[in-house]
T-cell receptor, first 115, second 114 residues
Framework: AQSVTQLDSQVPVFEEAPVELRCNYSSSVSVYLFWYVQYPNQGLQLLLKYLSGSTLVKGINGFEAEFNKSQTSFHLRKPSVHISDTAEYFCAVRLSRSSASKIIFGSGTRLSIRP | DAGVIQSPRHEVTEMGQEVTLRCKPISGHNSLFWYRQTMMRGLELLIYFNNNVPIDDSGMPEDRFSAKMPNASFSTLKIQPSEPRDSAVYFC????????????FGPGTRLTVL
């Protein structure tokens, strides 16, 4: 079965600094990968997804992630964060060859931005 | 588009009472998901429907939980009887067709069982 690990439960950074949120997955077959963002008191929103093709995926709000098959990673990055990026970020995985497979979410990383 | 609509947004009830959470998916979406989010366990998928049919209910914690989708525009998650450990935020999400790759989440229902 597939699984996803987010090693950092919290990441504090200063405003305008770069950030990387780490995500590693485990699966014996090919997968789709996702990052979702949850702003305070809201539901989750899709930030970006990797299905196939270019391993560098660009999402909304200036975020991007790189799929690294050899390291089974899908880290999320942003070169310069803003206060408005304060949220919880969830990495997720889904089997690519099963139309009925469900998305498995990681435990989340809380990003806090300091002015 | 109004997005996924959930009601109520907040629910406080006493142990032993029945609780019903409601969800209206985005019009045209025919996959619907119920999730539970807690500090201890994170985000857990409880059940999902495709074309109003339950596909995977392996995440439903126990018989006290039940979910229905009587039509394409409405679903309920019921807890009877409720217990304090059921306190959590319950999210409903929907997606288009068989594309489970982008789920649209509702704002959630914060349930507190005293």
């Amino acid at each position: 079965a597939q699984s996803v690990t987010q090693l950092d439960s919290q990441v504090p950074v200063f405003e305008e600094a770069p950030v990387e949120l780490r995500c590693n997955y485990s699966s014996s077959v090919s997968v789709y990968l996702f990052w979702y963002v949850q702003y305070p008191n809201q539901g989750l929103q899709l930030l970006l997804k990797y299905l196939s093709g270019s391993t560098l995926v660009k999402g909304i709000n200036g975020f991007e992630a790189e799929f690294n098959k050899s390291q089974t990673s899908f880290h999320l990055r942003k070169p310069s964060v803003h206060i408005s990026d304060t949220a919880e970020y969830f990495c997720a995985v889904r089997l690519s060859r099963s139309s009925a497979s469900k998305i498995i979410f990681g435990s989340g990383t809380r990003l806090s931005i300091r002015p | 588009d109004a997005g996924v609509i959930q009601s109520p947004r907040h629910e406080v009830t006493e142990m032993g009472q029945e609780v019903t959470l409601r969800c209206k998916p985005i019009s045209g979406h025919n996959s619907l998901f119920w999730y539970r989010q807690t500090m201890m366990r994170g985000l857990e998928l409880l059940i999902y429907f495709n074309n109003n049919v339950p596909i995977d209910d392996s995440g439903m914690p126990e018989d006290r939980f039940s979910a229905k989708m009587p039509n394409a525009s409405f679903s309920t998650l019921k807890i009877q009887p409720s217990e304090p450990r059921d306190s959590a935020v319950y999210f409903c999400a929907s997606s288009l067709g068989q594309n489970l790759n982008e789920q649209f989440f509702g704002p959630g229902t914060r349930l507190t069982v005293l």
